[in-house]
């Protein structure tokens, strides 16, 4: 019982940081005596509890004794690196085979899908010049490019799942099951995406990435215990190394969040205006460019490469990639991190679309020409901040490999030690932050910090 006792001394230390914290304990009575803001709290609470409830609800015609530990499909969850991500994305409803076994991440890659089709068919091009109204129109292509997306993934969910327990299936894997089964998933998926646009618009924060970070941080017990299982059943020491894994994963957080706020700013004059007896500009913005722009795209794409050499499967080039805390596979997924990060921030940075903004609303940079040398000057800059940025990128991606190592460190817990599951929550937390803090301000309370606000660093 030595291993529970440490778990539950972690987190009674932590509830008594927090409750002693007198910051914190008044903006929470400065967030409850705001009443929209309370509302929008509680409404998004409320809604993050119905997923989490539904991640339980196992597929009617699945036995979910049959799933447990130790069978075939948990040992596949532990030792596929793409499907034990998927579980964690999805808080365990995969693993569970609940009606939201495949989460967000159909619509994820449909977004992904759309997104790039922005870049390269005319007809989407147009459609993200339209405003709210092609907004709309992308966003029901996106819809529809998801159940697409669901009907090809739920039967090959379906199918894994028998393949691995088939004494999980009461009645057998007939078509019509199958086409039953797929039926509940494409609507657990769309309710998911229903259950997102509610909490954005009625709650608090991006109620899809809010969702995913919440799947992810439920498993930090299940993760946590069984990392302290581990030390516990080794040899004398144990205590002392869980101690030092904790305070290094909060000095990786601290890392995270420096990167993710690290912004650029370029500094931008406009031009005095009279109309009538009014003055419009002569005012100095900026514009803040961050040097971790591509967010956590890079590592999603540069981890979906990695598992191509999965099909090869008994060659040399295969066994080179078997492992995750290989040399070749950390090396590879490093190189392809940066390298998605300079292609994601070419896609979503445009300099020449920021210069003609400029230049329409008589804006310029001190210094610098408007027109070809404010786009040379844009793009040098962002060149020059997305190395350091790309470079830490790849740090973030390999991390969870080098934890499990070097450290010695369980793979359900390494999760938390970088990769999507740490860039997804810290940028997540630090954007409902920003949020709560805007309600705060506006009714003239102080906000979550100390000092100033919660910005970006340069």
């Not at 516990?232 to 190394?241: D, L, P, V, Y």
């Not at 969040?257 to 009014?278: D, E, F, S, W």
Request: aromatic share 12%; charged share 10%.
């Amino acid at each position: 019982m030595n291993q529970y006792l440490v778990v539950g001394i972690v987190f009674i230390v932590i509830i008594a940081l927090l409750a002693t914290n007198k910051k914190l304990v008044e903006t929470l009575k400065n967030i409850y005596k705001i009443e929209e803001l309370r509302k929008r709290v509680l409404y998004t609470i409320g809604l993050l509890l119905v997923y989490r409830l539904g991640s339980f609800v196992v597929i009617p015609g699945i036995n979910p004794n049959a799933l447990g530990e130790g069978s075939a499909y948990a040992s596949q969850l532990e030792g596929n690196g793409l499907l034990g991500l998927l579980n964690v994305f999805s808080g365990g409803a995969f693993g569970n085979a609940a009606i939201f076994a495949l989460g967000v991440m159909p619509y994820i890659t449909a977004s992904i899908i759309i997104q790039l089709m922005g870049m390269m068919v005319p007809y989407f091009q147009k459609m993200q010049k339209e405003g709210e109204s092609g907004r709309r129109k992308m966003n029901q292509w996106t819809r529809f490019l998801t159940i697409g997306v669901l009907i090809l993934q739920g039967p090959a969910y379906i199918a894994n799942l028998y393949h691995q327990v088939p004494t999980a299936f009461v009645y057998g894997n007939t078509f019509g099951f199958v086409a039953y089964a797929t039926t509940i998933l494409i609507a657990g998926t769309m309710f998911i995406m229903w259950l997102g646009e509610k909490i954005t618009d009625k709650g608090i924060g991006n109620g899809i990435s809010l969702i995913i970070m919440i799947g992810i941080v439920a498993r930090l017990p299940h993760a946590l215990l069984a990392e302290v299982n581990a030390r516990f059943q080794t040899a004398s020491g144990s205590a002392i190394m869980l101690i030092l894994e904790l305070i290094l994963l909060f000095l990786v957080f601290m890392a995270t969040i420096a990167l993710v706020q690290a912004v650029r700013k370029v500094p931008v004059q406009y031009a005095k205006r009279i109309v009538g007896n009014k003055q419009y500009g002569g005012v100095r913005q900026y514009i803040p460019l961050k040097m971790n722009a591509a967010n956590v795209m890079p590592i999603i794409f540069a981890q979906a490469l990695m598992f191509i050499p999965a099909l090869f499967s008994g060659t040399a080039f295969a066994a080179a990639f078997s492992s995750m805390t290989g040399f070749w596979y950390n090396f590879t997924l490093a190189v392809l991190v940066i390298a998605f990060t300079y292609f994601y921030t070419a896609i979503i940075i445009n300099p020449q679309m920021m210069a003609d903004d400029m230049k329409r609303n008589g804006g310029f940079i001190p210094g610098v020409k408007p027109g070809k040398q404010t786009v040379n000057y844009i793009d040098t800059i962002m060149t020059r901040i997305t190395l350091p940025g790309s470079f830490f990128l790849a740090i973030v991606a390999i991390l969870p490999a080098l934890a499990m190592k070097f450290l010695g460190i369980q793979q359900s817990f390494a999760y938390f030690y970088g990769g999507t599951s740490l860039l997804i929550m810290v940028g997540v937390v630090l954007d409902t932050l920003k949020q709560i803090e805007s309600y705060l301000l506006m009714r003239h309370y102080d906000g979550l910090m100390k000092t100033g606000r919660i910005q970006g660093r340069h």
